[in-house]
């Protein structure tokens, strides 16, 4: 156990606190601009990919599991607890007993110079994480240039960094983007956007030529995307199907709309 | 209140008991060949789709809220609950405090002759409940003939209803339906088979003639579709992708592939 910087047994501890509170509070992740991984893959992919993790809590049962894994991680320190307390500390109810605690990653808070004729999605006030996540994880899939979230919620929630599976740290997600910056950098960009829209006289997504690439706005899961915002779009596109498209769920149609930007 | 059939306060009560094993064991709906459903938007849908539902379970504060939408359905039982006991029945958490006992949707057990040139989606070994909820969710926003669950979840798991988000009740789902079977049938109704398969030597979806329709066999989350089931299948098909495949959810690719499958 030699490698292992200390042994928590407390729910008082104070880094056992802090943990807590990244997990239930943006408020604290804003604040102390870190935040909170639970589960092997998820804390492995991360690792693997370089997150700026700064520090690991593992259960005695995770380090029997994972002790020849984490020994290649020499820099990160490595806290022991309790399997009781990693119980405690867990998000998940079936926890597997590994967590990390992680900086915001950098240059994710302004959007940089877009790419010529790239390809982008756009959020705008997608609440639920697990369709956040969703979205995130199949962006990576699908080989776009980025994500953009715009007035949509936090990024660093453990619910859409668990939905993610680990694709934010291999994709760049921007967030809490302004808008007239997104179509400012888009117009620089060269690049086309296209609103998302459920209106059967907006274009069909089938005929669209994404060949010079377009960034797609997706809104809300109930309320779709505002008006004013659709008006600024180069185009509307609608997904045109023969079944009842109010039960597209919000990820997968934005995972279709993506796999036609990308094909 | 006078359309309610019966006041239930105790959690001893036998109908309570009944719905809380429905919700939790398999080998109980199996033997009463019943199922639980809760939350407004899955039971009103479920009512308006003329399921086969028997027994409400709605809690005092529901009542306020729901009692016009209620009225319309005379012929079911109703019982009322307190807010207490709804949250004790509930599997959700925050409860919306509206239950349902429903029977089995009537034929789905086994596979009736198969449409010509039909269009279906094949669950071979899937095994996540929200996986399965979300394919069938996504196939009846398509328009799809069918889904066929062959050595799958039980698609009465709650877990499985409520992801489907009403779906269940709109498109055929059969289940337990042996392989055999399905390939004798998809031979008399002239229709290919397709197995989904992560092989960059397999078809580009892309590239897929599917004006004949065709049944996808999709497989599981981790394993993939069995060699023996992949070699049977009349070709088998890809995503061919510049981004990580690997992060690409089962549900997402099975929502991709229905989408080349319907255009």
Redesign the interface.
Known sequence: MNFLSEIVISKDNPSVKLFRKLIISKKERVKTRLFALEGSRLVFDALSNNAPIEKLFITESALEKFREELKKYKNVQKLLISDELGGRISDTGKTQGIFAQCSFIEGREELPTMKKHGRYVVLSHIQDPGNAG?II????????DGVIFSRSCDIYNPKVVRAT???LF?IPVFYDIDEDDIFAKLEEAQTASFAAVVDNSAADL?AIDFSKGGAIFIGNEGNGLPEELASRCTERITIK?????????A??AT??IM?EL??
Request: hydrophobic content about 45%; overall charge positive.
């Open positions: 969703m994880r199949t962006a990576d899939a699908m080989g776009l599976m680990g694709s291999r089938k199907m023969n079944g009842n498209i109010e039960s597209l769920n990820a997968m995972g279709i796999w990308m094909k």
